[in-house]
């Protein structure tokens, strides 16, 4: 197995990786297990550029669970959160945001380069006590293919569509109903265990209208447009077989932080650290 770059955080809406879930995958056919791996991940991170938005400061978790697996499947869980503070305070570190993001579905590995997954993901996000947001809601089924190849440099392609089933925001213009997404990466060694890695990717978001802040898929969609929502990154990173070091920077163009009474789009760069950890029961 190789490593890569991040998978979309809970306040993200492009992923550059499929990891969480290839992590939960044997590589050949085995017996059924309960409980066969799980994979963590905390990330810190500072926003360089002044954009306007209130990012200033990055902390996230994110923790994979492999509930069953079956031959070359397994069905899988996890939960990732994350905070978005500004310096708008005495210490410089005021929380402003928090973003959730679970998933619950299966996966499989057709192929020794390829895997498939079918999920349902629940995104959700709300202000704080001293910060007043706008609740946001997105919930419903997610399909990814990811595809792996080369030999010492490595390269992945990977698709993603997801729709809204439940959808909540105030701001009934802005009603995000569903996404296609794709991105690729390339990995580069560079010297030991230390590889160069990069990755872009590009979401085009569907976004109705409504007449309240809580929609359906059966909802009418209002006025209809596409945004798109590109996103860049790239670093250095170092794996062993249990865990992973990694630290880069990372752009990403958002259209709705929660933050204020309508949506207000920002670019933002991301300067951060991550590091990770796995662990499988032994046979498995």
């Not at 002044?50 to 996890?78: C, E, K, N, S």
Request: glycine letters at 16%.
């Amino acid at each position: 197995m190789w490593w890569m770059l991040s998978a979309a955080w809970a306040g993200q809406d492009v992923p550059l990786s499929a990891e969480p879930v290839i992590q939960m995958l044997a590589t050949e056919e085995g017996t059924p297990r309960g409980l066969p791996a799980t994979s963590s991940e905390v990330s810190l991170g500072v926003y360089p550029v002044d954009t306007g938005a209130p990012h200033v400061w990055h902390g996230a978790l994110r923790h994979d669970v492999g509930l069953a697996r079956f031959g070359r499947g397994a069905w899988t869980g996890g939960l990732a959160v994350e905070t978005v503070a500004d310096d708008d305070n005495d210490i410089s570190f005021r929380l402003v945001r928090l973003f959730y993001d679970a998933h619950l579905g299966a996966a499989y590995r057709w192929s020794e380069s390829s895997v498939g997954w079918l999920s349902w993901r629940h995104q959700c996000s709300h202000g704080t006590d001293d910060v007043a947001g706008r609740i946001l809601i997105r919930s419903g089924p997610e399909l990814g293919v990811r595809r792996e190849g080369g030999g010492a440099t490595r390269w992945s392609a990977m698709g993603v569509v997801q729709g809204t089933v439940i959808g909540q925001n105030r701001d009934d213009a802005w009603q995000p109903r569903g996404q296609v997404a794709g991105s690729g990466t390339i990995e580069v060694p560079v010297r030991g265990s230390w590889s160069f890695v990069a990755g872009t990717g590009l979401g085009l978001m569907a976004v109705g209208t409504g007449s309240g802040e809580l929609w359906t898929a059966g909802s009418t969609w209002g006025d209809v447009r596409v945004v798109p929502l590109p996103r860049l990154e790239a670093g250095f990173r170092t794996a062993g077989p249990t865990g992973w070091a990694k630290f880069g920077l990372a752009y990403e163009r958002i259209e709705d932080s929660g933050i204020g009474d309508a949506a207000d789009p920002a670019h933002l760069a991301l300067l951060r650290i991550d590091l990770g950890a796995f662990s499988s029961r032994p046979g498995t």
